[in-house]
């Protein structure tokens, strides 16, 4: 975390900064962020699901923008859990453009390697991670395993069973 916002604090220096959480995935890490940044700051959230029920590959991108602050002419960071295809990220940068804010950039904690599919590149990432299915630290499976402080890959048979660690 001290290194994803030194990323960020030099990038921004002291100017006021909109921080979106993506939920659900990202709320353990925009709360980490958060509190190690001494600009001003506006926190947002958007929910933003690709993932349903116990899939494990994505599916078709549902936002719900309710709870977003103005952007208009401000910096945002978009902060999301993992950036595994892209096409959340995408999509999701693409509609938060359109409220034309000054700059627009994006932080995840993980990247997984050789996944990606869109030709867009997070600015700031924490961790490039193998093509592993993981839970922790806010990411889920079936609803589960947010909570756990470190993340974990389940193995294809807890997968298939439900099962988790």
């Known amino acids: 975390m001290r290194r994803l916002a030194g990323e960020v604090a030099a990038f921004y220096g002291e100017r006021p900064l909109t921080i979106i959480g993506v939920l659900t995935g990202s709320v353990v890490l925009l709360a980490d962020l958060i509190r190690q940044l001494a600009m001003p700051l506006r926190v947002g959230v958007?929910?933003?699901?690709?993932?349903?029920?116990?899939?494990t590959q994505p599916g078709p991108l549902a936002v719900n923008a309710d709870y977003l602050p103005e952007l208009g002419g401000r910096d945002v960071l978009v902060v999301d859990d993992?950036?595994?295809t892209g096409h959340t990220l995408l999509e999701l940068v693409a509609q938060l453009d359109e409220s034309d804010p000054?700059?627009?950039?994006?932080l995840v904690l993980l990247r997984k390697a050789g996944r990606q599919r869109v030709a867009l590149v997070p600015d700031h990432v924490g961790f490039e991670i193998p093509?592993?299915?993981?839970?922790?630290?806010?990411l889920d499976y079936r609803d589960m395993y947010r909570n756990l402080p470190y993340v974990a890959a389940l193995e294809p048979a807890e997968?298939?069973?439900?099962?988790?660690?």
Do not use: M, T, W
């Open 46 to 55: 958007v929910q933003a699901r690709s993932y349903r029920g116990g899939a």
């Open 82 to 84: 993992i950036f595994d």
């Open 159 to 165: 997968l298939s069973e439900g099962k988790g660690p």
């Open 131 to 138: 093509n592993e299915f993981v839970v922790g630290y806010g």
């Open 102 to 106: 000054r700059s627009l950039r994006s």
